[in-house]
């Protein structure tokens, strides 16, 4: 019987070691019995000594922790907070703490995690700061071991090829042939989609920019090009003008330093390959080297009107304390309807405030000018409706990386009053 709690991903990591074994050791089998080419001393080494590669960093990027914020962050970054211009301090609502620079809230895991890429559904893990060394290597190593392999079932096939013309007893069996036929569109098929993966991989490697980075940077290209057919200004929450100008992305430090901080911050190039490799120190991480293109008044990512909060008080008619009420009982139940607002809008998640798509706010403005301005909130559940579906090139919306789209794309609120107090307070 299965368990309530059994997911489908569940299945992942059983099912990439069974087609590891399969690619691995049935080959094995199969060219120690195929009688025209049989496998060489140093075939078996090379073959044998990839595949202890590959379990190696497989099972590392599958269970080495991607991290999470140690509990004197939580509430504060003592260097940077509140400083004017140094842009706004983020706050992750499902962790209730501080969320630093390049960290996401990964839905799977259910936390924050520190310079997230992805959330890897084939390890079951985090692609984050800390396993991205271990991540890489594997994809590096089954690439490489893979097409090794792909190297020495083609020299068989064209064996067989060879050979067609001959009476088939001498040939291999039938079970042999099928053997031959699956190991070739399997491990081709892998290798083709490992090593897309690999040079992505590379790519954010090179470049110091994570997936989710990438897609952040598409939809600042977007931004900018809305902006500059709307006189370079996008409507904000509230009605508020938001100015976008281009920003530079600013992680990219040099080639050869973001390889040396992307595989754990040692030069020592050998153990960059190395299977055994420490995991990146647990006390990096959170803090980052930029390249200092960019105003010291910004930071990453650039402003975004969909993405900013609401101001406080958006539910509020006006200012109530400066309307009259007739009697008494007239002002306790508003007293009592602005408490209710209150608690409603301090509910954490009951409702997001998704802002409408901008094509559909664009068109409507055009029709009519009147109706009031700026992005309206759209109520419900149904996240399809809102501006969070934006997609980028590659038709991925934030969510498709794993991370939790309810507080990462709509980053509804600012640090709390109470934790902004209690930062005061240790002063
Ligand atoms: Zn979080
Ligand atoms: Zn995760």
Same mark, same amino acid.
């Given at each position: 019987?299965?368990?309530?709690?059994?997911?489908?991903?569940?299945?992942?990591?059983?099912?990439?070691?069974? =087609?590891?074994?399969?690619?691995?050791?049935?080959?094995?089998?199969?060219?120690?019995?195929?009688?025209?080419?049989? =496998?060489?001393?140093?075939?078996?080494?090379?073959?044998?000594?990839?595949?202890?590669?590959?379990?190696?960093?497989?099972?590392?990027?599958? &269970?080495?922790? %991607?991290?999470?914020?140690?509990?004197?962050?939580?509430?504060?970054?003592?260097?940077?907070?509140?400083?004017?211009?140094?842009?706004?301090?983020?706050?992750?609502?499902?962790?209730?703490?501080?969320? %630093?620079?390049?960290?996401?809230?990964?839905?799977?895991?259910?936390?924050?995690?520190?310079?997230?890429?992805?959330?890897?559904?084939?390890?079951?893990?985090?692609?984050?700061?800390?396993?991205?060394?271990?991540?890489?290597?594997?994809?590096?190593?089954?690439?490489?071991?893979?097409? &090794?392999?792909?190297?020495?079932?083609?020299?068989?096939?064209?064996?067989?090829?060879?050979?067609?013309? =001959?009476?088939?007893?001498?040939?291999?069996?039938?079970?042999?042939?099928?053997?031959?036929?699956?190991?070739?569109?399997?491990?081709?098929?892998?290798?083709?989609?490992?090593?897309?993966?690999?040079?992505?991989?590379? &790519?954010?490697?090179?470049?110091?920019?994570?997936?989710?980075?990438?897609?952040?940077?598409?939809?600042?290209?977007?931004?900018?090009?809305?902006?500059?057919?709307?006189?370079?200004?996008?409507?904000?929450?509230?009605?508020?003008?938001?100015?976008?100008?281009?920003?530079?992305?600013?992680?990219?430090?040099?080639?050869?330093?973001?390889?040396?901080?992307?595989?754990?911050?040692?030069?020592?190039?050998?153990?960059?390959?190395?299977?055994?490799?420490?995991?990146?120190?647990?006390?990096?991480?959170?803090?980052?080297?930029?390249?200092?293109?960019?105003?010291?008044?910004?930071?990453?990512?650039?402003?975004?009107?969909?993405?900013?909060?609401? %101001?406080?008080?958006?539910?509020? %008619?006006?200012?109530?304390? =400066?309307?009259?009420?007739?009697?008494?009982?007239?002002?306790?139940?508003?007293?009592?309807?602005?408490?209710?607002?209150?608690?409603?809008?301090?509910?954490?998640?009951?409702?997001?405030?998704?802002?409408?798509?901008?094509?559909?706010?664009?068109?409507?403005?055009?029709?009519?000018?009147?109706?009031?301005?700026?992005?309206?909130?759209?109520?419900?559940?149904?996240?399809?409706?809102?501006?969070?579906?934006?997609?980028?090139?590659?038709?991925?919306?934030?969510?498709?990386?794993?991370?939790?789209?309810?507080?990462?794309?709509?980053?509804?609120?600012?640090?709390?009053?109470?934790?902004?107090?209690?930062?005061?307070?240790?002063?």
């Amino acid at each position: 019987m299965l368990s309530d709690d059994f997911s489908i991903s569940q299945l992942a990591i059983p099912a990439v070691s069974v =087609l590891i074994s399969f690619l691995a050791y049935t080959s094995q089998y199969f060219f120690l019995r195929f009688e025209d080419a049989p =496998l060489q001393k140093d075939e078996v080494w090379k073959i044998n000594i990839f595949a202890i590669c590959i379990w190696i960093c497989y099972y590392r990027a599958c &269970y080495v922790d %991607p991290g999470r914020l140690p509990s004197d962050r939580k509430l504060a970054n003592p260097e940077k907070q509140e400083e004017p211009g140094l842009g706004r301090q983020r706050w992750c609502r499902r962790c209730e703490a501080y969320k %630093p620079l390049r960290a996401h809230h990964c839905k799977t895991c259910q936390r924050c995690i520190p310079k997230m890429d992805h959330h890897c559904p084939w390890t079951s893990n985090c692609v984050s700061h800390f396993t991205f060394p271990h991540f890489i290597r594997f994809l590096f190593y089954a690439t490489v071991g893979m097409s &090794y392999l792909e190297t020495l079932l083609w020299s068989r096939a064209s064996i067989v090829w060879g050979n067609r013309n =001959l009476p088939s007893y001498m040939g291999p069996s039938i079970v042999q042939l099928g053997h031959l036929f699956i190991l070739f569109v399997v491990n081709s098929l892998t290798v083709f989609a490992l090593f897309i993966l690999l040079v992505r991989s590379l &790519y954010s490697l090179i470049f110091n920019m994570t997936t989710i980075e990438s897609w952040e940077i598409e939809r600042h290209e977007t931004l900018v090009r809305r902006a500059r057919v709307l006189g370079g200004h996008l409507d904000g929450p509230g009605g508020i003008k938001v100015r976008i100008k281009k920003h530079e992305f600013p992680y990219d430090i040099g080639i050869w330093t973001n390889i040396k901080e992307g595989m754990g911050g040692s030069a020592n190039i050998f153990s960059w390959f190395w299977p055994l490799a420490a995991t990146p120190d647990r006390r990096t991480g959170w803090e980052f080297k930029t390249n200092g293109f960019e105003d010291p008044g910004s930071s990453w990512p650039p402003p975004d009107p969909d993405r900013i909060p609401w %101001p406080m008080n958006r539910a509020d %008619p006006g200012d109530s304390s =400066l309307q009259s009420y007739s009697s008494a009982r007239e002002t306790v139940e508003a007293f009592k309807r602005r408490q209710a607002e209150d608690i409603d809008r301090r509910r954490p998640f009951a409702e997001v405030q998704r802002r409408q798509r901008f094509h559909d706010r664009f068109q409507k403005e055009s029709y009519d000018s009147d109706e009031d301005r700026g992005p309206g909130p759209v109520y419900g559940d149904d996240s399809d409706e809102g501006e969070e579906s934006w997609r980028n090139a590659e038709g991925e919306r934030l969510r498709d990386f794993g991370v939790d789209e309810d507080v990462e794309f709509y980053d509804e609120d600012d640090v709390p009053l109470a934790v902004l107090m209690q930062r005061r307070k240790q002063r």
